[in-house]
């Protein structure tokens, strides 16, 4: 590779990158994404070469905010994995532009099949082709023809660049490099956009280890360690599919779920009415949907995790909202089938009547406790004890997977503080619906959820699996029981 000769080598990667980039190297997991919908009050940009200098000269100034876009992993596939930075970035390489077939606004409250497709394509692609040549993430800008009005923005990410909080931390630097290049382009001459920059010579930020202790008792690494050689076989639990190393199972799908802002208010108020959260809330709903698709007699548990960001036990000065890293961690949470629940599908069985307030303040209180633990015996820190990656994730295979479901929420979309736009020069552009979805990983929940709240106040729900570990058609049936739970649930 003779690009890497000229690349400069940055601080080696921590035990969490590792993870990542092990999991990248071996395939068994490709990247995650944090999707926005852009809009303008008005047309300003008549042309389409003004349109791509607009989104070229945003992205620029995004990568000089943030030193871990011009970043890439090399040698995923050894012990050694190390970050360079790209010398410079061919930004017709990293931003695609694309038309969609179907018009659509903004206000239309319709299922968005082809962003859906759109995404599912883009879960299956790693960063492996051109190694050196191009960074890993790229930009997906998906226009309606002739309207440069509104497009929407795909930004899809190595987790070991950053994660899903670090997505959302994109779109509000690109929200607000968009409303700077939008007032420099109106006062200046037309002229074509820069295309390739130079990344500046900025340290990366440090990883999670390197900025918290992630202290460890000696009981925990015990249980830890004893869970490890001994795993608890828990009758009645389902998982999907055993992990496999079988290509044909490794495919990624993807559906998602849109709630309208008055759903989304409407759980959110029965959360807080019952004194638990909305994270509480759809996990308990997932369980009850995913049961009621099961055969009750054959499993009677399921086990759900989710992640915890760890952004509020880091240095202020150093980790904000707005910092782009890997810096989370984990919780596991059993469900128990509740009495009468058959399992014979949700036609004629009203799943908001097994539904328990109990059991989602109980997860709120998992919760509580991970984030009480202050970065002390959280499980991501057992992962400066594996020695080799490959092997750990190699040794999976053939082996049942720990959960069955995840559930990961970014909460709600907030808009940038630091450098706000000068009131006198509102922006012209706003962002309204905001999606977050990842790749299925092959060794880990056989349905994994993501979650977020856009601007515009409406809850949107990634759900991915892969093809081959579960039934599509299954999974269509548990998302239309989940979608009619929550609305329920919302007018309760």
């Avoid at 040549?133 to 509104?150: G, M, V, Y």
């Avoid at 807080?272 to 509480?280: E, F």
């Avoid at 929420?409 to 619906?433: F, V, Y």
């Amino acid at each position: 590779m003779a690009a890497q000769h000229s690349m400069k080598k940055l601080r080696l990667v921590g035990p969490l990158e590792k993870h990542a980039t092990a999991r990248h190297a071996l395939g068994f997991y490709n990247n995650l994404g944090v999707t926005g919908v852009y809009s303008a009050s008005a047309d300003s940009l008549t042309s389409q070469s003004q349109f791509r200098r607009l989104i070229y000269d945003a992205v620029a100034q995004v990568i000089a905010m943030h030193p871990s876009l011009s970043a890439v992993p090399l040698d995923e596939d050894t012990k050694s994995p190390y970050f360079v930075r790209l010398p410079s970035i061919d930004l017709t390489r990293a931003v695609t532009f694309l038309t969609r077939k179907k018009p659509w606004t903004s206000e239309s409250q319709e299922h968005d099949a082809e962003l859906d497709e759109l995404l599912e394509r883009q879960h299956n692609l790693n960063f492996k082709e051109s190694l050196g040549e191009i960074p890993f993430w790229r930009l997906l800008i998906i226009e309606s023809k002739d309207d440069h009005s509104c497009f929407v923005a795909a930004f899809i990410v190595h987790h070991a660049l950053g994660d899903g909080a670090s997505a959302l931390a994109f779109h509000r630097s690109f929200l607000s490099a968009l409303s700077t290049v939008s007032h420099t382009m109106a006062t200046s001459e037309e002229s074509e956009a820069v295309t390739r920059i130079v990344p500046p010579d900025v340290p990366l930020l440090p990883n999670l280890e390197a900025l918290h202790p992630l202290k460890l008792t000696i009981p925990f690494i015990a249980r830890a360690l004893w869970g490890q050689w001994f795993p608890a076989k828990s009758r009645g639990l389902w998982a999907g599919r055993a992990v496999s190393d079988d290509p044909s199972v490794r495919t990624t799908r993807m559906s998602t779920l849109r709630f309208s802002r008055s759903i989304t208010n409407g759980l959110l108020a029965a959360s807080r009415a019952h004194s638990t959260t909305l994270t509480a809330t759809i996990e308990v709903a997932i369980a009850l949907a995913l049961f009621a698709h099961l055969d009750a007699n054959e499993y009677s548990t399921l086990r759900g995790n989710g992640t915890v960001g760890l952004r509020r036990l880091l240095p202020p000065d150093v980790i904000d909202d707005d910092s782009m890293g890997t810096f989370v961690s984990r919780y596991v949470q059993d469900h128990h089938r509740p009495t009468g629940l058959t399992g014979k599908g949700a036609k004629n069985e009203n799943l908001i009547d097994y539904f328990s307030w109990d059991e989602s303040r109980s997860v709120k209180a998992t919760i509580a406790s991970e984030l009480a633990k202050n970065g002390t015996n959280v499980e991501i820190a057992l992962l400066r004890w594996v020695s080799d990656f490959h092997q750990f994730f190699n040794g999976c295979i053939g082996q049942a997977r720990e959960t069955g479901f995840e559930v990961s929420n970014l909460g709600i979309m907030k808009l940038q503080q630091k450098g706000a736009d000068n009131q006198s020069h509102p922006s012209p552009w706003t962002l309204g619906r905001v999606v977050f979805s990842q790749s299925a990983g092959v060794t880990g929940a056989a349905v994994q959820t993501s979650l977020v709240t856009g601007i515009d106040g409406e809850l949107n729900i990634a759900v991915t699996w892969l093809e081959g570990i579960v039934d599509g058609q299954w999974i269509a049936d548990v998302l239309r029981s989940l979608e009619r739970l929550l609305q329920d649930l919302a007018k309760s």
